[in-house]
């Protein structure tokens, strides 16, 4: 039996396997297990095996879990002796953005992930991380919902101060906050700041690029870039594999982002395939609990070989 775990944010998946059929596939909300909101406590990590504690088995089985938060070596290692210790079967952790490249059939690829927060994640030859942004929404996470709504609104305040008349941009931010003005849009953003609030307006700003408003056009394409320069940041600092696997609600969902991402990769010399994945990223959890099973002693796509794709 294997089980994989796909800890977001909001939402937790969990896939288990026996003998290449499906036991249970179940999602819930992530506060559902995680009462404390700390994932390597004891109440979180006896929360966390209770989603498929019922099934026959269960306790010997190889799980691999890929988890939002795990964003430091100490993080990782940390929730790894937490599962350990608890589990009596093989586990692994990593941050979830390392489940896309084995979602997507791929043992090396550099993974963007793109959603409620952005990150881009790569693993040297010797299997370690190599990761470039992920600092959270307010500083960072270029291309993620909020961040984006963040970008949007600066440049309306820039906007402002240039005396230039507001566009589709300001008019669907305006009203999408219920104010008169740009005062009025800060207050709503930063008087409560709650990264809900301000990624349910992201779509605001695809809409206004597309109805013309170059201020929403040019923070979509900035943002694009940033991603871009992340990717180049993790392949010159080592990252193998030439494929690129981008998951996340924004970046999935949003051609326009997508399309821009690809292209300022080729404007920076990058030569990555670049794939959107199609597929749950609880596959990858799954891939990585397989060969768990399969190897005893392995470690799951550590350390690297040249790409290639898995049959």
Request: aromatic content about 4%; hydrophobic content about 45%.
């Given at each position: ?36 909101g700390k ?212 970046i999935t ?11 300022r990769l ?46």
């Amino acid at each position: 039996m294997i089980v994989g775990i796909d800890i977001g944010g909001t939402k937790t998946h969990v896939r288990a396997e026996s003998d290449g059929a499906t036991l249970l596939d179940r999602s819930v909300p992530t506060a559902e297990w995680q009462a404390d909101g700390k994932l390597d406590s004891p109440a979180s990590v006896q929360g966390l095996l209770a989603l498929f504690g019922g099934l026959p088995g269960s306790a010997e089985a190889a799980l691999a879990v890929g988890a939002h938060g795990l964003d430091s070596e100490a993080q990782t290692l940390a929730f790894q002796s937490a599962l350990a210790e608890a589990h009596r079967g093989r586990t692994w952790t990593v941050n979830d953005v390392e489940l896309l490249g084995p979602a997507a059939g791929f043992d090396d690829a550099i993974a963007v992930i793109a959603g409620t927060g952005s990150k881009v994640v790569g693993r040297l030859a010797d299997g370690s991380p190599v990761t470039a942004g992920g600092y959270g929404y307010i500083l960072n996470d270029p291309g993620s919902a909020p961040a984006l709504v963040r970008d949007a609104v600066r440049s309306l305040f820039d906007a402002v101060d240039e005396r230039e008349q507001p566009d589709q941009l300001a008019d669907a931010l305006f009203a999408h906050f219920g104010v008169d003005d740009v005062v009025g849009l800060s207050n709503a953003l930063t008087v409560h700041p709650r990264i809900t609030r301000w990624g349910a307006a992201a779509p605001l700003v695809f809409a206004a690029a597309d109805a013309g408003s170059r201020r929403a056009a040019r923070v979509i394409d900035d943002a694009a870039d940033e991603l871009a320069r992340s990717v180049q940041l993790v392949h010159r600092h080592g990252a193998v594999g030439r494929h690129v696997v981008c998951a996340g609600g924004v970046i999935t969902n949003q051609p326009r982002l997508f399309q821009a991402f690809h292209e300022r990769l080729r404007t920076r010399g990058l030569g990555h395939v670049v794939h959107l994945l199609t597929a749950a990223p609880v596959e990858g959890a799954l891939a990585m609990a397989r060969r768990l099973s399969a190897q005893p002693g392995a470690v799951p796509f550590a350390p690297s070989t040249p790409s290639r794709r898995k049959s």
